[in-house]
């Protein structure tokens, strides 16, 4: 079946699997609002134990195994730092222990449980008197709370507490007094999918709304009993059932157990809200949070406290005058989107007027004399701060107002004070802007959809014509058909497998766009698609005075792009298709104009790899030219340190923000292509003069790190001046074991690994120091993945098991070693580093 190279018109949107933000926001040369811009997000993923609270832990080390009290340090996730009561500001007895596996409870648990107290005896020896200091420790009010120690919701994130089948109530958008109760459906990351109650038969669209975990309309059950507030079920309900039947749903909602711990979560993070000073009838700028595409002039119209009121936008038909509901909501003091009247126009921004208003131009002065109303004093606004992370430009995930189980690709397109305006991709109609607070709880950091299931819409591409060739008939730039011959020989490159997997031909049409087709196919199918890439780079040797074309690679994890030099006219086509087979050292007519049917010219089925590439290869073949100075290189490279080494040709390399998050192209099990590794052409090199560089004419295309010695690195410069050693060892960083030779560590649910002596902070160590450290333990074998995939001490602190065997492909036994190491270089950081 024929691949031809085509133009198209008619919508084509990318399919999930091919939107990646990374590749998105280097194509747009855009960036993304920062992480820690999104208080909400990070707000969910905190555990609620924090630095300075108490708990008891059975001291394991005493024959009887009693309890002591011990304060947390430090938290990681799951892992907490501790410091038994007595050993004040003293930390070399500090320990580390798993949430989830460890004997934990709050103060007070073991004389109720009737269980022994005594410290251990580090304590013993530096507090004659520890009955005293039993005795203080329990009496002061910071313990851990139970709920976070024991039962279900242990170790659990708050995010992750409000689970599915749970019960809250949602306060009514209009009336502060009235309530309703709701089901979580769905838990996406703090995203409630909310069932309200008694809509269990009605669809989805009709029943449910989405709401994030912390918003002020949500409340634990037995709220609105406790508040003195009102179960009524919302007004376009009422029809469903008769009263009787409300009545009975309404029984079941003010039946629901009170959860004292779900209660704590809801209120614990929430800001106190100030008393205000608005007055019925006052005037105001508000974004209507229903429809926030514009701010238009509004009116208090109740004020039920002197902490909440109800505003409603202004409409002058007449038409909805009397109903409260429509376009009204409830607000207080701090409340996002209200503004004093003026506000817009100080801003440069414009003004809608309200529906019904006569005139071309909007004018407060005249308005306010129009409705007898007066404006709301400046003073009874928040004064607006500017202190947040977001600009103009940048990118993030946004709610959709108008259909809100949407999220959507946004773009901040304004920036005014603390509001932002969003322009959202990927809709089937467009839009407005949308406005937007910077605490919004509708705003997410990019990839949050991503790591929480959550699907996201994404930019469309643009409109191409429906399928039509491009240049087809037999002119001076017109490229024939372009063969892909799978029984060649495809060399050391090249994957047999996914060659067999191309299309028989790709063109006619114009050279070329046929030919970069073609080298984009050859490029994919790749081993290690960057070393393709390097092959086909432009070079000073081979000028076919044809179009300088931008190719691109990807290869575990990074991406890599170099310009390729492609002929522009038909009769250099065949040439340069031999000489790109020349290059890539698999058979001259593996792809080119002539299709070959059973038996090659070049015989090239009856040889071996090595026999091939001894007399078609590196032997025979001219070798590729390097690329001038200049033309290319590995962005943000550093000269190397130590003894010069053989250049090879670089790309421009593109490093992504997910270090562990491997994009290789190379299943596994599969052989890695010839012996050259782009990975060895930076600074993190480790290659000595012992001669352990791997060499360009090695015959196999994959080799062995487990028979070669591990190199030498390059040495950061110590802190200070060391003798030299007769012994050659890796010197940046510097780390030894308690013993000498390697322990055997031990997990962190146990006793401690054997303690690790490090001089440097990890977070601090490079590529070549991670490899290093590797290389000193009994999984150097391995080291060399470090390399590959660029971990350098901040991503090797992020690892963990799972990780581990998903993106290195380890098996279960490499991976658990190699986790107990690398256990052994946190527990070194948070002891020696982090406190």
Not at 438 to 467: A, M, R
Not at 707 to 721: E, G, L, N, V
Request: glycine share 6%; charged share 25%.
């Amino acid at each position: 079946m024929s691949h031809e190279l085509l133009e198209s018109d008619g919508d084509s949107s990318l399919d999930v699997s091919d939107f990646n933000w990374d590749d998105y926001l280097e194509e747009n040369g855009a960036v993304s609002v920062p992480h820690h811009a999104f208080k909400h997000v990070d707000q969910g993923l905190q555990t609620g134990l924090t630095p300075g609270m108490k708990l008891e832990v059975c001291v394991r080390s005493e024959t009887d195994q009693p309890y002591w009290v011990a304060t947390i340090i430090t938290t990681c996730g799951q892992l907490l730092l501790l410091r038994y009561e007595g050993y004040h500001d003293d930390r070399r007895a500090d320990f580390w222990c798993d949430i989830m596996t460890a004997d934990l409870h709050p103060l007070g648990w073991s004389r109720e449980q009737s269980k022994p107290m005594r410290p251990p005896e580090g304590v013993r020896e530096k507090q004659p008197d520890w009955e005293g200091v039993l005795e203080k420790a329990l009496a002061e009010k910071c313990s851990a709370p139970a709920n976070l120690l024991e039962g279900p919701q242990r170790g659990k994130d708050p995010v992750d507490l409000m689970s599915p089948g749970c019960s809250v109530e949602l306060q009514d958008s209009v009336d502060p007094g009235v309530a309703w109760g709701a089901e979580v459906e769905e838990n996406m990351g703090g995203r409630l999918r909310l069932r309200l109650a008694g809509t269990e038969r009605l669809p989805d669209t009709h029943s449910t709304l989405w709401l994030y975990y912390l918003h002020p309309r949500l409340h634990p059950p037995g709220w609105a009993k406790e508040h003195g507030c009102t179960l009524r079920p919302p007004s376009a309900l009422v029809p469903l059932h008769t009263e009787e039947e409300w009545e009975e749903v309404r029984q079941r909602i003010s039946n629901q157990p009170h959860d004292e711990a779900l209660s704590e979560e809801f209120y614990k993070d929430r800001p106190a809200i100030a008393a205000h000073c608005f007055t019925e009838g006052m005037k105001l700028e508000a974004v209507d949070p229903t429809s926030p595409f514009c701010i238009s002039p509004a009116t208090v119209i109740k004020v039920f406290s002197d902490k909440c009121f109800l505003v409603k936008m202004d409409s002058l038909r007449g038409d909805d005058s009397g109903a409260e509901g429509v376009g009204s909501f409830l607000c207080h003091r701090d409340s996002p989107g209200i503004f004093p009247a003026q506000w817009s126009l100080k801003n440069g921004l414009p003004l809608s007027p309200p529906p019904g208003y006569q005139g071309q131009d909007f004018d407060w002065a005249d308005y306010l004399k129009q409705c007898q109303a007066e404006a709301a004093p400046q003073h009874c606004f928040l004064t607006e701060q500017s202190d947040h992370s977001f600009k103009e430009a940048m990118k993030l995930e946004a709610v959709n107002p108008i259909s809100p189980e949407h999220i959507h690709v946004a773009t901040v397109t304004k920036v005014k004070g603390q509001h932002i305006w969003l322009g959202l991709e990927g809709l089937k109609q467009a839009i407005p802007e949308l406005i937007a607070h910077v605490d919004s709880l509708d705003i997410f950091p990019v990839s949050w959809c991503e790591t929480n299931g959550y699907p996201l819409l994404y930019p469309i591409k643009p409109k191409v014509e429906k399928q039509r060739r491009i240049a087809v008939g037999n002119g001076k730039y017109c490229c024939p058909k372009i063969f892909f011959n799978h029984r060649c020989f495809s060399g050391p490159y090249l994957n047999k497998g996914r060659i067999a997997e191309l299309p028989q031909c790709v063109g006619p049409g114009n050279c070329v766009l046929v030919l970069k087709e073609v080298l984009t196919l050859l490029i994919n199918s790749a081993y290690k698609p960057s070393r393709v890439l390097r092959e086909l780079q432009l070079d000073q040797e081979d000028r076919w005075h044809g179009h300088g074309e931008t190719l691109k690679a990807k290869y575990k994890g990074k991406s890599y792009r170099a310009t390729v030099e492609i002929v522009r006219t038909a009769d250099c086509v065949a040439e340069f298709c031999r000489k790109t087979c020349i290059k890539l050292e698999c058979c001259p007519n593996l792809f080119g104009p002539r299709m070959v049917l059973e038996r090659c010219s070049e015989n090239c089925s009856v040889l071996t790899k090595t026999k091939y590439t001894y007399y078609y290869g590196k032997k025979k073949c001219k070798r590729v030219g390097r690329p001038p100075g200049g033309h290319s290189n590995l962005e943000g490279g550093v000269k190397r340190r130590g003894r010069r080494r053989k250049r090879r040709k670089q790309l421009f390399v593109h490093k992504k923000r997910r270090s562990s998050a491997s994009l290789d192209n190379t299943p596994a099990g599969s052989p890695q292509g010839s012996g050259d590794e782009e990975d060895l052409d930076d600074e993190n090199s480790l290659s000595d003069d012992t001669g352990s560089e791997l060499q360009d004419d090695q015959d196999d295309s994959e080799y062995s790190i487990g028979k070669s010695q591990p190199p030498t690195p390059s040495p950061s410069p110590p802190a200070t001046p060391r003798p030299t050693r007769k012994r050659r060892k890796p010197r940046s960083p510097s780390y030894s074991d308690d013993e000498n030779h390697p322990p055997s560590p031990k997990s962190l649910r146990g006793e401690a690994p054997q303690k690790l002596c490090l001089d440097t902070s990890p977070l601090e160590w490079s590529v070549t120091d991670v490899v290093c450290f590797i290389r000193t333990t009994d999984c150097a074998p391995l080291a060399r993945i470090f390399l590959d995939q660029e971990i350098d001490g901040q991503a090797l602190l992020l690892l963990n098991l799972p990780t581990l065997q998903e993106c290195m492909d380890l098996k279960l036994g490499p991976a658990i070693k190699l986790c107990h190491h690398i256990e052994r270089v946190k527990l070194e950081f948070y002891q020696k580093f982090a406190t």
